[in-house]
């Protein structure tokens, strides 16, 4: 598993950063995002270093990625009554300020559109 010593996704999935965990395994960990934007904004991360979903799809493979996106659904669906939304920004463009792939799942209120 590939990781960077200095990213903090990367410290978390090492348990170097402590994080109040809701998921892991050996390909995603998920955590309660310390800044929530809804009732339940839950982080999912891949246990290996991508900077980006592009880089990520590039090397992972389609079982890495699958579980990705299904454990991104599965916080969704545990946390989201009325349903949920998965938000993942990449580049400076797109709003990311952690370059470590993470998908954010935003649950527990009603959500507007356009997002911003």
């Keep these: 598993m590939a ?18 965990e809701v998921l892991r395994d050996e390909h995603v960990v998920a955590f309660r995002d310390l800044n929530p934007q809804a009732p339940t904004h839950v982080l999912v991360v891949p246990t290996e270093h991508a900077a980006h ?5 590039a090397s992972a493979g389609g079982d ?8 991104a659904s599965e916080i969704g669906r545990r946390f ?3 349903g949920y939304r998965v938000v993942m920004n990449e580049g400076p463009d797109g709003g990311q300020t952690v ?3 993470h998908a954010h799942v935003l649950a527990g209120r009603h959500m507007t559109w356009p997002p911003g």
């Design 3 to 20: 990781t960077d010593d200095a990213c903090l996704f990367c410290k978390i999935v090492r348990r170097e950063i402590p994080a109040d």
């Design 53 to 57: 979903l592009s880089d990520f799809v």
């Design 64 to 71: 890495r990625a699958a579980r990705f996106l299904s454990a």
């Design 80 to 82: 989201g009554r009325d």
């Design 99 to 101: 370059h470590h792939l």
